[in-house]
C-alpha cells in the first residue's frame, strides 16, 4: 500500500468523522425539540470504497437514501414548513446551515433532491473561518448559522448528545495536515494547554472588580458630600442605595443571561453589599426599621443571593452571601442581645452553607463555611458565663463536624478531595481547642476519646469497602489519641507515650499505604523524640532513663519497620541512616547513664570509667558485627575504638599516673590486636 493509498483513505475516515459528528448533533436537535426520528441509511464502508475505487461515488462524500414515504429524514423538517436541518422546531422560520444568496455554499446542510445525491460536506478551511465568529469556534455546528447568521447555541445540560458535541466541540476545525483547517484538530487529549490570555484574565475579569470598588467608593464620597451639604434626607439616601442595588442586580441578571459572567458577577456581590450596607443604615443609622423587621430583611437578602449564586453555578456570590449571612447578627441593633438565639443563627447557617458548598461542588466556600463559624462562636465562647452556654458553643462546632462526617460516610468520593479531607483534619484539632477552653478537662478528655473511638470504627468499618475513606478516618482517629494523649499524661511520661503512638501510626500507615497516617506517625515520632532529648538522665532509675530506654526501643522499631524501604534519592533506604543514628543514641545513653552511676568518684576515674564502657560498647559492636555478617557495624566498633584512644590521650592521661596510663596503653592495645586478628580470620574464611 503506496502512501498515497494511505493519505486518501485517512482523508476519508476524517471526512466520515465530520459527517457523524454532524449528524449526531441534528439528531440531538430533534431529540430535544421533539421531533420525530428517522436514521438516514448509510451504504456500508465497503461499498463506499468500492464507488470510490470504480469512480462511480467521489471520494470523502456520502450518499443519503430515499427515506420511506411519509417519514422525515434527520436534519429535514417536512415539506412545506420552510426549514432545512432540524436545527429549529418548526415554525421558527429559520434556516440552519443555510448561507446568504450567493455565497455558493450550504455548509452542514443534506440535499433533498433525490437518494443519489450526495451532500457535499464543509471544507476545512470553511469551518476555520466560521470558528472565530463566536464561542462556539472549533464546534462541529461552528459552520451553520441561521438566515440571521448567529451561530447554533450549545446543547444544554443533560441533553442526549451532549457529551457527543462537548467532546467535539474541543477538537477544533478540522482538516488534513498541510490544510487550512489542520491547525484545529490538534486540540484533543494529547494537545499542550493553550497559553493564558492575560489580556482576558485582566481587561474582563479583574478589571471590573477592581473598578466597581473604585466606583462604589467615589459614589459613596459623593453621598457622603451630598448629604453632608443637606442635599440628600437619610430617607432618600436610603431609597437611593435600595434602588442602586436593584438596578446593578437587573445589570447583573442580564449580564448573566448573555454569557458575560465576570462583568454579572462583579454587579451581583455589590448588588449585595449596597442592599446589606443600605438596610445597615436604614436599621443602625436612621431608625427607619426595628431590630426583628431588619433581622428579617437581612436574612430575605442573603436568601436572594444564595439563590443567585446556586442558580448561576458562582461560588464568588456564594463566597459574598457567606460573609453577609455570617454578620447578620452583629448588624442588628438587639435591646435585649439572645446568647442561645445568635449561636443557634450562626450554627444553621453555618450548616446550611456546609450543605450547599457540598450539594454544588464550591470547594472554597466549604471551608469557608467552617472559618465563617469561627468568628462568631469566638465572640459567644467570651460572653458565656453558665456551663449550659459553653455547651452550646461547642454544640455549634460539633453539629458542623458531625455533618462533615455524614457527608463522609455517605459520598464515595468525599476522600479524594483535598480540601475536604483537610477540614475534617483542621476542624478536629480546632474544635479539640474549643473543648480544652471550655468544656474542661472530664469534659474534654470524654469527647475527644468518643470522636477517636468513633472514627476508629468507621476506619475499620470501611477497612475493605473504600481504601480512601479508611485512611482518612484512621488518620483523624490517630489525631485524637494523640491529643489525648498530650492532656492525659504526665509531662514526664509523655515522651515515652508519644513514641509508643507514633511507631504503632507508621506501622499503620505502612500497612494501609496512607500518607496521611505516615505524616501523623513522622510527627508523633519528632514530639516523642523531642521531649526525650530534651530530658537529660540525672538519675540511674527515673523516669528519664525510662524515656531514654523507650526512645532506643522506638528506633529499634523504625529502623525494622522502615529498613525494607527503597527511594530514587536513597538506594539504601533509610535503614543505614537509622543505624548509624541509634548507635550514636545507644553511645550518648551509656555516657549519661555512666556518668550518673560513677557520680560519687573524682572526675579523673570517672573519665577512666567511661573510657572502659567506650571500650566495652566498641567490642560490642564489634563482635555483632563479625557474628551478624555486617561490615558496617564491624566498621562502627573500629571507629568508636579509635575515638576512645583519642579520648584517653586527649582527656585522660593528663591526670592519672604512670601505671594507669600503663594499663591503659596495654589494654586498648590488646583490644586492638584482637580486633585486627578476627578481622583477618574473617577474612581469611
Not at 60 to 75: E, M, N, T
Not at 258 to 264: E, G, H, Y
Request: hydrophobic share 50%; proline share 7%.
Amino acid at each position: 500500500m503506496n502512501q498515497e493509498t494511505m493519505e486518501a483513505r485517512v482523508a476519508r475516515l476524517e471526512e466520515e468523522v465530520r459527517e457523524l459528528r454532524r449528524q449526531l448533533y441534528r439528531y440531538g436537535r430533534l431529540l430535544q425539540d421533539g421531533g420525530p426520528l428517522q436514521a438516514e441509511a448509510q451504504p456500508p464502508s465497503s461499498q463506499l470504497q468500492a464507488e470510490e475505487h470504480s469512480g462511480a461515488r467521489p471520494s470523502g462524500s456520502h450518499l443519503q437514501a430515499a427515506p420511506p414515504p411519509g417519514s422525515q429524514q434527520i436534519g429535514a423538517h417536512p415539506p412545506g414548513s420552510g426549514q432545512q436541518t432540524g436545527a429549529h422546531p418548526p415554525g421558527s422560520g429559520q434556516q440552519t446551515g443555510a448561507h446568504p444568496p450567493g455565497s455558493g455554499q450550504q455548509t452542514g446542510t443534506h440535499s433533498l433532491a433525490g437518494p443519489n445525491q450526495a451532500a457535499s460536506p464543509p471544507q476545512a478551511g470553511h469551518l476555520e473561518a466560521h470558528s472565530k465568529e463566536g464561542p462556539l469556534a472549533g464546534a462541529p455546528w461552528a459552520g451553520q448559522s441561521s438566515a440571521a447568521g448567529a451561530a447554533e447555541p450549545p446543547l444544554a445540560a443533560g441533553h442526549p448528545a451532549a457529551g457527543w458535541s462537548g467532546a467535539s466541540a474541543h477538537s477544533g476545525a478540522e482538516g488534513r495536515p498541510g490544510q487550512p483547517g489542520a491547525a484545529g484538530a490538534g486540540a484533543g487529549a494529547n494537545s499542550p494547554r493553550p497559553p493564558v490570555d492575560w489580556e482576558r484574565q485582566i481587561g474582563q475579569i479583574w478589571l471590573p472588580r477592581i473598578f466597581i470598588v473604585v466606583l462604589l467608593i467615589g459614589v459613596l464620597w459623593g453621598f457622603l458630600a451630598a448629604a453632608s451639604a443637606g442635599y440628600i434626607t437619610p430617607a432618600i439616601r436610603c431609597w437611593i442605595g435600595l434602588a442602586a442595588s436593584a438596578a446593578m442586580f437587573g445589570l447583573g441578571v442580564r449580564w448573566m443571561q448573555q454569557d458575560r459572567r465576570a462583568l454579572a458577577q462583579t454587579l451581583l456581590g455589590g448588588a449585595n453589599g449596597v442592599l446589606v450596607l443600605t438596610l445597615f443604615a436604614a436599621h443602625m443609622l436612621y431608625g427607619f426599621i426595628g431590630p426583628a423587621a431588619a433581622f428579617a430583611l437581612y436574612v430575605a437578602a442573603v436568601l436572594l443571593f444564595v439563590g443567585c449564586s446556586l442558580r448561576y453555578r458562582s461560588q464568588a456570590l456564594m463566597l459574598a452571601a457567606g460573609v453577609a449571612g455570617a454578620l447578620v447578627p452583629f448588624l442588628v441593633d438587639s435591646v435585649a442581645p439572645s446568647l442561645p438565639l445568635f449561636i443557634g443563627y450562626e450554627a444553621a447557617f453555618a450548616g446550611a452553607a456546609l450543605l450547599l458548598s457540598y450539594r454544588f461542588g464550591f470547594r472554597i466556600a466549604y471551608v469557608l463555611s467552617y472559618v465563617l463559624l469561627l468568628p462568631p462562636m469566638l465572640f459567644g465562647g467570651v460572653s458565656a458565663d453558665e456551663p449550659g452556654e459553653r455547651w452550646l458553643v461547642l454544640g455549634a462546632l460539633l453539629l458542623h463536624y458531625g455533618l462533615q462526617l455524614g457527608l463522609s460516610l455517605r459520598d464515595a468520593e468525599f476522600a479524594k478531595r483535598p480540601e475536604r479531607q483537610g477540614l475534617l483534619l483542621a476542624s478536629f484539632a480546632l474544635n479539640a481547642a474549643w473543648l480544652h477552653e471550655l468544656a474542661g478537662p472530664s469534659g474534654y478528655r470524654w469527647t475527644i476519646a468518643a470522636l477517636s473511638l468513633l472514627l476508629a470504627g468507621a476506619a475499620f468499618g470501611f477497612r475493605s469497602l473504600d481504601k480512601d475513606r479508611m485512611r482518612l478516618y484512621a488518620a483523624a482517629s490517630t489525631l485524637g489519641w494523640v491529643l489525648l494523649a498530650f492532656d492525659a499524661a504526665s509531662y514526664r511520661y509523655l515522651g515515652p507515650v508519644l513514641l509508643a503512638q507514633g511507631v504503632a501510626s507508621l506501622y499503620l500507615g505502612l500497612r494501609l499505604s496512607s500518607w496521611m497516617q505516615k505524616t501523623a506517625a513522622a510527627a508523633t515520632l519528632f514530639l516523642g523524640v523531642g521531649l526525650v532529648l530534651n530530658a537529660p538522665i540525672r538519675e540511674a532509675w527515673s523516669e528519664e532513663t525510662f524515656g531514654w530506654l523507650a526512645l532506643l526501643a522506638a528506633w529499634a522499631a523504625m529502623y525494622f519497620l522502615l529498613r525494607p524501604l527503597r527511594h530514587k534519592e536513597l538506594p539504601g533506604g533509610p535503614g543505614p541512616l537509622l543505624l548509624w543514628s541509634g548507635g550514636m543514641l545507644v553511645l550518648v545513653f551509656l555516657t549519661q547513664l555512666t556518668l550518673v552511676l560513677a557520680e560519687t568518684l573524682d572526675p579523673d576515674r570517672r573519665s577512666l570509667v567511661l573510657s572502659a564502657v567506650w571500650v566495652a560498647y566498641a567490642v560490642a559492636l564489634f563482635a555483632i558485627g563479625l557474628l551478624a555478617h555486617k561490615s558496617k557495624v564491624r566498621a562502627a566498633g573500629i571507629v568508636l575504638l579509635f575515638l576512645t584512644l583519642i579520648k584517653v590521650i586527649f582527656v585522660d592521661l593528663p591526670g592519672v599516673s604512670t601505671a594507669v596510663r600503663a594499663v591503659l596503653f596495654i589494654g586498648l592495645g590488646v583490644v586492638g590486636i584482637l580486633a585486627s586478628r578476627l578481622l583477618y580470620r574473617k577474612q581469611q574464611e
